[in-house]
Each structure stands twice: as structure tokens, then as C-alpha cells.
């Protein structure tokens, strides 16, 4: 298998807090639409919410899969995220380490 084949994602998330972050990490894991989940604590986000300047400390959620899970992964981050609109963004991965890649891709498979 080539680089080429292996269209990994690179997906962005922000949660309320770790526990939801966490909660969401593992499904996304078990159901193995994610290789795996990094968490990062205490990030302060600011922002326009119904027309009002917010302020809050939130978690930040990385999640690695493939191209051909990131439907799924998405569905299923939106059926356990609080939040009204949460931010869930796909980057594509362009370079990376091959073996890690392919660590991703069999992670990703059934």
C-alpha cells in the first residue's frame, strides 16, 4: 500500500470538557472509526455566540482516521457532543510517516 492510498484525516474537535472528551475519544476507538485520540486540556476559546462575546475554557480533541470513516466518526461525535453546533473540522493529511499512516488505515478497519 502507497502513501498515495493512505488519505488519512486529522480531526479537530473541541468538547466541553476531558470527560466528554475522553467519552467520545473511546467510542471512536472501540468502534474503531478513529486509530486513536489525543486530548488537550484546558484550552480558553473565545467567540461570538447569539450575538454575544463568550469566554470559555474548553478541551480540545484530536482524533486520526481515514477518509472513507470520517462520515461515520462525524455522526457519531455528533450524537454524544453537548453541544448545540459543535466544532468538528477534517484535515487532510498530506505527509506523514508511512508506517504511522498504515498503523492508522489497519487501526480504522473492522
Request: aromatic residues 8%.
Amino acid at each position: 500500500m502507497s502513501t498515495e492510498d493512505l488519505s488519512a484525516r486529522w480531526v479537530y474537535i473541541t468538547c466541553t470538557d476531558k470527560k466528554e472528551a475522553r467519552h467520545i475519544a473511546s467510542a471512536a476507538v472501540k468502534e474503531r472509526l478513529a486509530a486513536c485520540g489525543n486530548i488537550i486540556d484546558k484550552m480558553e476559546s473565545v467567540y461570538e455566540w447569539k450575538g454575544e462575546i463568550e469566554s470559555d475554557e474548553e478541551t480540545v480533541l484530536i482524533l486520526k482516521t481515514m477518509d472513507d470513516r470520517y462520515q461515520e466518526l462525524e455522526q457519531l461525535v455528533l450524537s454524544m457532543h453537548s453541544y448545540e453546533c459543535p466544532c468538528i473540522i477534517a484535515l487532510p493529511v498530506e505527509v506523514g510517516f508511512d508506517g504511522f499512516l498504515k498503523w492508522i488505515h489497519k487501526e480504522t478497519r473492522s
